[in-house]
């Protein structure tokens, strides 16, 4: 795909295959609710799972390592923000929509657009910042 300066319509049709990945459609609120419940822990059985579902796993020459300065580890099926302050983990979707969690804070920013490449998850933390305890 080219980039331009005008916006037009794209039309894409996913394979069943990768409809989880990318054929799914979804809410903010039902998001939001998901979230609430996985955090509440009635998602999962034992109220550690979180911890190890949102553990950034340590390669063979002991680094941490993503696929870029933010989202610079992999949990679980988790990419993870790993920092001093404001830990998250996310879930992004082709370059449209983010989920960013951040456990220290009881905080969790849902964000969906229809822009093709709008890459939400580098202003995702900006947004956030209006809610984090000062």
């Known amino acids: ?38 955090q509440a822990g009635k998602l999962l059985k034992d109220k550690t799972s979180l911890t190890t579902l949102w553990t950034p796993g340590v390669l063979n020459d002991g680094t941490v390592r993503g696929v870029s300065t933010l989202l610079n580890g992999y949990a679980l099926g988790w990419e993870t923000v790993n920092r001093p302050d404001h830990r998250a983990v996310a879930a992004v979707g082709g370059g449209r929509s983010a989920l960013f969690i951040y456990p220290d804070d009881d905080l969790a920013i849902v964000i969906l657009t229809n822009l093709q490449g709008s890459s939400p998850e580098s202003f995702v933390d900006e947004v956030a910042e209006y809610y984090f305890q000062k």
């Not at 005008?6 to 979230?35: C, D, K, Q, Y």
């Open 1 to 38: 795909m080219v980039r331009t300066e005008s916006l037009s319509n794209v039309f894409e049709e996913f394979p069943p295959f990768l409809r989880t990945a990318a054929g799914m459609n979804s809410t903010a609120e039902e998001l939001a609710n998901w979230i609430v419940a996985l």
